[in-house]
């Protein structure tokens, strides 16, 4: 009597929540597509995701697959399938009633299980990320979400009752669809993205014409921004006074190599130093012609990141190497953190790339062949992409380089598309070999460089790229293809359990680029224990044992002091 009476309220309360969720229009189809879609949300992406974004996202998840169910059930109906009868209806309701809460937990605890799955293949630390919290974020997300959904629904179907006074009811329909998209079209791409880029630039404008703690304006004549440049401290901007004024002191360099050394060159020209990037180019070579860089060992032009920042363990690891022997010269082209760049700037960060390395190309190209140094292109991110935009093709990189060094490429790199195209069958996409490595060597950690065994011609290039890198990896493609690195064997710290969904694995690589630096050195978008036998092997320096070179990569891990909030601008 009792299981019957259970059995009897269990089936009351069913068919009240069934009806509840009919009545609020919510289609059985939809709410079982949202299942699917909250399932696919959960699984694991390139790096652990906090509390807070593993519940928007399976929220966004959910919504997607909510509105996948339900535009599945309306074509079943305007093709003519009859709707199932009404007992089936009700089963079918006490049922995803019944089951769905408890699958929804499932998943939501699975999904919670993966992201430590995940900290564990990147050496991070686990924490069990909270189901419960996950779960009240995703409903909150999908609830929002689907009420601003309904919303423009009703707005596009009262501008066409207002339109079918003049037009036939199918045209109103589609005319109202398209009213309301190019509406919130212009609200969204117009109004609210220039408000969002206008109060971007009063904040990073602020920022730009700030200093960094304990920056000092360099005496030295072999910086720009001292007494005796041709560009004042003062227009260099934030990143720019940082990085003329910092690096490896003489005394430092000696104290590594045991042998005397000679001050770094380090050339910058800001924003604010000249009004283009011809002109802050051009001013730049005028610099490195004051400061004597041209008859260094090594000139390096560098791409920098949106905010014109450059990283200074990797520098550092360069001017280490060469005893000091080294210029350096890079130019701003925002002050924009690099995801606001890549939006607004990118045309910029390209012809910034162009102008700088082609300025000092032509002043190095008229030196005699013999008396003059190393012309290396190196870029970190972003600023790998503004480097990589002064070559139209690898041959093109070589006829006009004596070596190169990219770091964490994004993937709408042309030049690092165009040499990934060309990598020799059955190697993978995340790293490649190009024609047995005679001249391009990927590698994600030092040993790397040595795969595969053949000779290694000058000039060489190095792309230094992670498995796990979401900036690397994310593209637009993702959105409705799966990527070759997630269909071929993938990384060592790549989830087995990553699997390509459409939209939702564009929107889970999106998320993980915040927090690309936030992992363990060797993961993600966190490259410095790499960099020192990478700086090695692309400018071919001599004199330095396999010891030596793990000795002074041990110094430059210890002075790593990388951004670890989200978001902020490393690349």
């Given amino acids: 009597m009792h299981t019957e009476t259970l059995r009897t309220a269990t089936a009351t309360v069913l068919?009240?929540?069934?009806?509840?969720?009919?009545?609020?229009?919510?289609?059985?189809?939809?709410?079982?597509?949202?299942?699917?879609?909250?399932?696919?949300?959960?699984?694991?992406?390139?790096?652990?995701?906090?509390?807070?974004?593993?519940?928007?996202?399976?929220?966004?998840?959910?919504?997607?697959?909510?509105?996948?169910?339900?535009?599945?059930?309306?074509?079943?109906?305007?093709?003519g399938v009859p709707r199932p009868p009404e007992r089936v209806r009700r089963v079918a309701w006490q049922l995803l009633c019944l089951i769905g809460p408890l699958l929804a937990l499932i998943v939501i605890g699975v999904g919670a299980d993966w992201q430590d799955e995940v900290r564990a293949l990147v050496g991070e630390r686990q924490h069990r990320s909270s189901g419960f919290l996950v779960g009240l974020i995703a409903v909150l997300v999908f609830s929002l979400l689907l009420t601003l959904c309904r919303a423009l629904r009703r707005a596009s179907q009262r501008v066409a009752r207002l339109l079918g006074r003049w037009v036939p009811a199918p045209v109103a329909s589609l005319a109202g669809v398209v009213v309301v998209a190019a509406l919130v079209y212009w609200l969204a791409a117009g109004v609210l993205f220039r408000g969002v880029i206008t109060i971007s630039d009063h904040v990073y404008a602020d920022t730009n014409a700030g200093t960094e703690p304990g920056v000092e304006r360099p005496e030295s004549a072999l910086r720009s921004g001292s007494p005796e440049s041709l560009v004042s401290w003062d227009s260099l901007g934030r990143y720019g006074r940082t990085f003329v004024a910092g690096g490896p002191t003489v005394p430092e360099i000696e104290d590594v190599?045991?042998?005397?050394?000679?001050?770094?060159?380090?050339?910058?020209?800001?924003?604010?130093?000249?009004?283009?990037?011809?002109?802050?180019?051009?001013?730049?070579?005028?610099?490195?012609?004051?400061?004597?860089?041209?008859?260094?060992?090594?000139?390096?032009?560098?791409?920098?990141?949106?905010?014109g920042w450059t990283e200074p363990q990797q520098l550092a690891a360069l001017?280490?190497?060469?005893?000091?022997?080294?210029?350096?010269?890079?130019?701003?082209?925002?002050?924009?953190?690099?995801?606001?760049?890549?939006?607004?700037?990118?045309?910029?960060?390209?012809?910034?790339?162009?102008?700088?390395?082609d300025a000092v190309h032509a002043r190095w190209s008229e030196l005699p062949e013999d008396d003059r140094p190393r012309?290396?292109?190196?870029?970190?991110?972003?600023?790998?992409?503004?480097?990589?935009?002064a070559f139209g093709s690898l041959g093109d990189l070589t006829t006009r380089t004596d070596g190169a060094l990219y770091v964490g490429t994004p993937s709408f790199t042309y030049l690092w598309g165009t040499i990934e195209d060309?990598?020799?069958?059955?190697?993978?996409?995340?790293?490649?070999?190009?024609?047995?490595?005679?001249?391009?060597?990927?590698?994600?950690?030092?040993?790397?460089?040595?795969r595969p065994d053949g000779p290694w011609e000058a000039p060489r290039v190095v792309y230094l790229q992670h498995a796990s890198d979401p900036v690397v990896w994310w593209s637009w493609d993702l959105l409705t293809r799966q990527p070759d690195w997630l269909a071929e064997p993938r990384g060592p710290d790549v989830s087995p359990r990553m699997h390509w969904y459409p939209v939702i694995t564009?929107?889970?690589?999106?998320?993980?680029?915040?927090?690309?630096?936030?992992?363990?050195?060797?993961?993600?978008?966190?490259?410095?224990?790499?960099?020192?036998?990478?700086?090695?092997?692309?400018?071919?320096?001599?004199?330095?044992?396999?010891d030596e070179l793990t000795d002074l990569q041990d110094l430059i891990d210890q002075t790593l002091t990388l951004p670890t909030v989200p978001g902020q601008d490393i690349g």
Avoid: K
């Fill in 422 to 450: 060309s990598r020799d069958p059955g190697s993978p996409e995340w790293q490649p070999i190009v024609d047995d490595g005679r001249t391009v060597r990927f590698a994600a950690r030092p040993a790397d460089l040595s």
């Fill in 257 to 307: 190599t045991g042998e005397p050394a000679t001050e770094p060159i380090r050339v910058y020209a800001g924003l604010d130093s000249a009004d283009t990037a011809a002109g802050r180019a051009q001013l730049v070579v005028e610099e490195l012609e004051r400061t004597g860089a041209f008859e260094r060992s090594v000139l390096v032009v560098a791409g920098a990141t949106g905010t």
């Fill in 506 to 546: 564009f929107l889970q690589v999106t998320v993980d680029q915040f927090f690309g630096v936030s992992v363990p050195d060797g993961h993600g978008h966190n490259y410095a224990s790499q960099i020192v036998t990478a700086w090695a092997d692309a400018t071919r320096v001599d004199g330095w044992t396999d």
């Fill in 319 to 357: 001017e280490y190497l060469w005893g000091g022997d080294t210029a350096v010269a890079t130019i701003q082209y925002s002050f924009l953190p690099s995801w606001l760049s890549f939006l607004v700037d990118a045309d910029r960060a390209s012809e910034a790339g162009r102008e700088l390395f």
């Fill in 15 to 79: 068919t009240a929540v069934g009806e509840w969720l009919r009545r609020r229009r919510l289609p059985w189809a939809g709410m079982l597509g949202a299942l699917f879609g909250l399932a696919a949300a959960m699984t694991p992406s390139l790096l652990p995701r906090p509390t807070l974004y593993l519940g928007a996202i399976a929220g966004v998840g959910a919504l997607l697959g909510y509105g996948t169910g339900a535009l599945v059930a309306w074509v079943l109906r305007r093709v």
């Fill in 375 to 389: 012309l290396i292109s190196y870029g970190l991110s972003l600023g790998s992409f503004a480097a990589q935009s």
